[in-house]
């Protein structure tokens, strides 16, 4: 894949049908930057959520696991600023009464609204602003694209710049879209599923559908990026359909839905570690010959996740020992004696045995990539993955050795 197509100056979405916006300050976060963003689909819909396997998850996360999937589904109410994680039963009771909250504005019942929470762990929610945030969100909603960026907006934590991102696709003698957003920059190694991420479509699906569908999509997105390998306890994908059930398509509708989906996640994802706090560059690692593709998932994984080789990427380094030892360590097995790396097209290793090449061009090459792509052969099977993950820097451990305080 190429680089991410969406930068902070994005393009513009078409909108799913049914849904309404809005994103407000509150004042729980410092900076008076806003804080609480709110989705609402204008008739029930169909909801599935995808949470964090990490053993400490937050009170939001329990929430959407006990009203997931479901169909009857109105809103989704988003804080950032204050993760409600670690926060016993009393920030279970607040993540419950912020979905009342907006069960009594939109007018459904309170298990009918998912809620996510995004920001410092340990700390109860300072209710008064979310619920202030609560009902300015609740007065500003809209379905135009202002408003949707509004809400991608208020769910940003750390964040550099927003991330959206939207499609469309023909099934059935119909067009569907589908539009995203999600935030994170640092805490990032999902694994599912800090990160938050909202998919909304008008293409119709059923419970288990999204469910299924859902988990296929983060799978092949969503889990493929690393920006520090520690995952979060608040991650959470959410996937909302206002599609009519009794109008649900076929195995290839449903198909093209997904590949459509997929797409746009993996956009959004690839955006994850591009604003990695304090990233300049973000790396590709393709794995190849592996002996299923369960094993190459794990290889690619491992190389990216491997702060030497995260570090050699940050100072455009081609120190391909790194990256083949990181391969070898994995666990799955590889066939050494057919083990090949490319950095940036060169071959610098072949058949187990290092290749000449001029360390000087292909540093400079690694230096003025945006996206640096490693091509790692470890045998001769038919196992193929990609992960993607950011470079390393002073300024990320500057940023985050003094994250609270």
């Not at 569907?176 to 990160?195: E, L, Q, S, V």
């Not at 940050?314 to 057919?338: F, T």
């Amino acid at each position: 894949m190429s680089q991410p197509e969406q930068t902070p100056a994005e393009s513009s979405h078409e909108l799913p049908s049914g849904f309404r916006y809005a994103g407000a300050t509150g004042g729980i976060k410092a900076s008076g930057k806003p804080d609480v963003s709110l989705i609402v689909s204008d008739q029930p819909c169909v909801a599935a959520a995808v949470t964090t396997t990490n053993q400490v998850f937050a009170a939001p996360v329990q929430v959407c696991r006990d009203r997931s999937p479901r169909s009857t589904c109105r809103a989704v109410i988003t804080n950032s600023g204050n993760a409600n994680a670690c926060t016993g039963q009393e920030g279970y009771d607040d993540a419950v009464t912020m979905c009342e909250r907006v069960a009594a504005m939109v007018g459904c019942d309170a298990e009918d609204v998912l809620v996510m929470s995004t920001g410092v762990i340990g700390h109860r929610l300072p209710m008064a602003k979310v619920e202030k945030g609560i009902l300015l969100a609740g007065e500003a909603l809209g379905d135009s694209e202002r408003h949707f960026l509004a809400a991608a907006d208020a769910i940003c934590t750390t964040d550099q710049f927003r991330k959206t991102a939207s499609a469309s696709f023909q099934s059935g003698g119909k067009t569907y879209r589908i539009a995203a957003m999600c935030k994170g920059a640092g805490m990032i190694a999902p694994n599912m599923a800090t990160m938050l991420g909202v998919i909304v479509t008008d293409f119709p699906l059923t419970e288990q559908t999204a469910q299924t569908s859902l988990r296929r999509i983060v799978e092949r997105t969503f889990n493929r990026v690393s920006v520090d390998g520690h995952t979060s306890t608040n991650d959470t994908v959410v996937l909302l359909s206002s599609g009519q059930t009794s109008d649900v398509g076929s195995d290839a509708d449903n198909a093209t839905f997904i590949e459509t989906a997929t797409d746009v996640s993996l956009n959004l994802a690839k955006l994850l570690v591009a604003d990695g706090e304090g990233a300049v560059r973000f790396f590709e690692v393709a794995v190849d010959g592996a002996a299923s593709d369960d094993d190459a998932f794990e290889i690619a994984k491992c190389v990216a996740a491997s702060p030497l080789v995260k570090t050699a990427i940050q100072g455009g380094d081609p120190n391909w020992g790194r990256i083949v030892s990181a391969a070898g360590y994995a666990g799955p097995k590889i066939e050494v004696e057919k083990t090949a790396l490319s950095i940036e097209g060169s071959s610098v290793f072949r058949d187990g045995r290092p290749l000449p090449f001029d360390a000087a061009e292909l540093s400079s090459l690694m230096k003025a990539a945006s996206e640096v792509k490693l091509q790692l052969v470890v045998g001769s099977g038919s196992g193929s993955a990609k992960y993607w993950s950011s470079d390393l820097t002073e300024d990320y451990v500057r940023f985050n050795s003094l994250y609270t305080t």
